[in-house]
């Protein structure tokens, strides 16, 4: 075995479950004895990812890969795309409906506090056909992040 | 590790063994092997759910009897504030108080005295911005233990000062000694307590090492005794505590005292674990404080309480509505270095994790994903573990058999006629 393997499927109907699947890999984190501050980063990251897929691709399918040094997250869904991802990464830039800013969302911080809170992000998207995000989050130190 | 003393105890001759208690525990403690519940005691919280919720009142909470005051020359009652909350028609906290004298007690200090205090350094505290957003109560016992146990990225944000009860307790034996010249040991701070975790936090505490609270005695066993003793007339002057001080006993009560609006309350020990897991997630993003009570309505819920919470929490609305909003300020507070500020740091003790090294704990979380597969996933708890999940664990750490599942002994084409109907041949 090198690493445990994780998916969960993102229900792009039902906002209430949104935060599932990040809610569920604390749990397994926290089995493991992964420390808190990079259960934490995991955590809001996948949380942040999770609630992009629900407002913005009608769901999609998370892969989780976990070794002993590093968390790797694959947010994979086949929605609308991302037309330009350098404006989608500027914080407080949003494209969400007024309905889901008006429960507290759409603050234009979902992009920026993914890649806040994780070592290592890529975004590969199609306009039409969907989106990828890639999230990678080192347990004890890791190689040190390029940017800050 | 630290060694663990627990509150919540079971009594063997009344436990049948059901699954009631293993179910509702939040921290997944208790396990029943051979009819019998056992509580793995470095999980325990004391937050008393399984008291509440067993039927054959096999858990109790182990408090002091009274006669504990004979072990003092000098005593000193501390009655909670949910304390006054208990009685009917109670108008005046200061009958409550008289009794306790006419009890036994050379001495009361409210509780609810000592919680005005703790507001205002609260107050002090949070306008420094020392401390990260928002921050969390320290209270609430079973609260404390359960982010100690449970969430470790929230350490931070516990609020560093004693509970109310123990501040009480200091300065109430250092009073007291300097008025009877008595040596601290020969006074005796007895808390009337509504709650199982605050024996715990006495005899074991966090945020300091000794407790100055020399008992613990429950809320049910003085309640009838002090009944006799309640007069309305000829009565002493004696509270000294306003609004504040009493909201403390029900939930919310805490964050009134801040006097500041972000704030969040929250009661019962579901929806603790539900607000704990939402801020870990950082979903709360304008809130200065989060006041939690493990117990449904706050500290009036506690199991040792002898009224209904809800009713409870009428009555001290009534008792406090004709009260001064604070009679206890830090400026005229009687304190020494001590008193308020924990001198330990709250450590996590990670209880739940499967192995000491991350590559064995991974090897051991895939074991518990394939016996997962393996099982039915209903959760019955028949086995003795509150849930699939929690028995392949168990399995994996060496403390089950896959074969304590019923369901693995059962042969499931046995389904008799009239159930064998399926959702597709329904109406055939």
Known sequence: MSVLKWTYEVDGTDFTRAGEASSNLKKKLRALGIPAEVIRKVSIALYEGEINMVIHADGGVITIEMSPDRIDMILADHGKGIPDIEQAMQAGWSTAADEVRSLGFGAGMGLPNMKKNSDEMRIESTVGVGTTVYMTVYINGGPKKADA | MQEFFHSVTLDWDKCKGCINCIKRCPTEAIRVRNKKAYIIAERCIDCGECIRVCPHHAKRATCDSLDILKNYSYTIALPAPSFMAQFNNLEDVDIVLNALIAFGFNEVYEVAKAAEIVSAATRKLMATHDLPRPVISSACPAVTRLIRVRFPGLIDHVLPLHAPIEVAARVAKREAAEKTGLPPEKIGAIFISPCPAKVTATKMPLGTDV??????????????????????????????????????????????????????????????????????????????????????????????????????????????????????????????????????????????????????????????????????????????????????????????????????????????????????????
């Open chain 2, 211 to 428: 407790s100055a609270v020399d008992g613990v005695v429950a809320v049910s066993d003085i309640y009838s005794k002090l009944l006799p003793l309640m007069h309305h007339d000829s009565i002493e002057y004696m509270s000294e505590t306003g609004k504040i001080g009493l909201s403390w006993g029900s939930s919310g009560g805490e964050c009134s005292g801040l006097i500041n609006d972000n704030y969040l309350a929250a009661d019962g020990i579901e929806n603790v674990i539900r607000v704990l897991e939402d801020l870990e997630d950082e979903k709360f993003r304008d809130v200065d404080f989060i006041e939690l009570n493990a117990c449904s309505g706050g500290c009036v819920g506690g199991v040792l309480n002898v009224e209904n919470p809800y009713v409870a929490k009428t009555k001290l609305y009534r008792i406090r509505k004709h009260l001064p909003v604070s009679l206890n300020h830090l400026e005229t507070a009687d304190l020494v270095d001590g008193d308020l500020d924990w001198d330990t740091p709250l450590e996590f003790v990670p209880v739940l994790k499967l192995d000491e090294n991350v590559w064995e704990a991974m090897m051991k979380m895939e074991q518990v994903e394939e016996i997962l597969q393996s099982l039915e996933g209903l959760d019955c708890g028949s086995c003795g573990a509150p849930s699939c999940r929690a028995l392949a664990e168990d399995v994996v750490r060496g403390l089950a058999s896959i074969d304590d599942c019923i369901f693995r002994c059962k042969n499931h084409d046995d389904v008799p006629a009239p159930f064998r109907t399926g959702g597709e041949e329904k109406g055939e």
